[in-house]
T-cell receptor, first 114, second 114 residues
């Protein structure tokens, strides 16, 4: 069975400082990994995805993530936080065993303070 | 705008009732996924259809059912509604079913059961 664990339910950073949102995954198959963002009262937007190519993945809005198989991790980073980054972030895993349905983590709420 | 449409945006109903949520996938997408987002369960996968056929099942209750029609739109039917069914229901679509196919999410239908 596949699963993801988001290690922090809340993260608070100051504007202009780095962002680190942590995610560990479990999958018996070659997984695809994603980060989605959800702004308040909005839908889900794909930030970036890993599907077995380069392990360092660059996404939108300056976010990137590194797939580390040995550590079963897929942490999301951004060098400098912006106020507009405040949102809920979901780490997601999928694999062939589940028809590539998305299995979401519980989410990390990112707060950005001035 | 992802190109996935969901109707209605909001739905308020009473316990014991039945409702139908509708999803129109992006043009050309053959696969439709349904997800439920609630405070208790987080975001979870319910069911997937591909070109009219059920492809994968997640944590979908027996009171819930879905189908995908020849024009590829999908409906999620929720019956004998309970207070705990109050949630945001998302539909997503993708071209196919493999690790490279991105899922595009609709804006969701917010269901409130009173």
């Amino acid at each position: 069975a596949q699963s993801v664990t988001q290690l922090d339910s809340h993260v608070s950073v100051s504007e202009g400082t780095p962002v680190l949102l942590r995610c560990n995954y479990s999958s018996s198959y070659s997984p695809s990994l994603f980060w989605y963002v959800q702004h308040p009262n909005k839908g889900l937007q794909l930030l970036l995805k890993y599907t077995s190519a380069a392990t360092l993945v660059k996404g939108i809005n300056g976010f990137e993530a590194e797939f580390k198989k040995s550590e079963t991790s897929f942490h999301l980073t951004k060098p400098s936080a912006h106020m507009s980054d405040a949102a809920e972030y979901f780490c997601v895993v999928s694999d062939s065993n589940s028809g590539y349905a998305l299995n979401f983590g519980k989410g990390t709420s990112l707060l950005v303070t001035p | 705008d992802s190109g996935v449409t969901q109707t209605p945006k909001h739905l308020i109903t009473a316990t014991g009732q039945r409702v139908t949520l509708r999803c129109s996938p992006r043009s050309g997408d053959l696969s439709v996924y349904w997800y439920q987002q609630s405070l208790d369960q987080g975001l979870q996968f319910l069911i997937q259809y591909y070109n009219g056929e059920e492809r994968a099942k997640g944590n979908i209750l027996e009171r819930f059912s879905a189908q995908q029609f020849p024009d590829l739109h999908s409906e999620l039917n929720l019956s004998s509604l309970e207070l705990g069914d109050s949630a945001l229901y998302f539909c997503a679509s993708s071209v196919g079913v493999n690790r490279y196919n991105e899922q595009f999410f609709g804006p969701g239908t917010r269901l409130t059961v009173l």
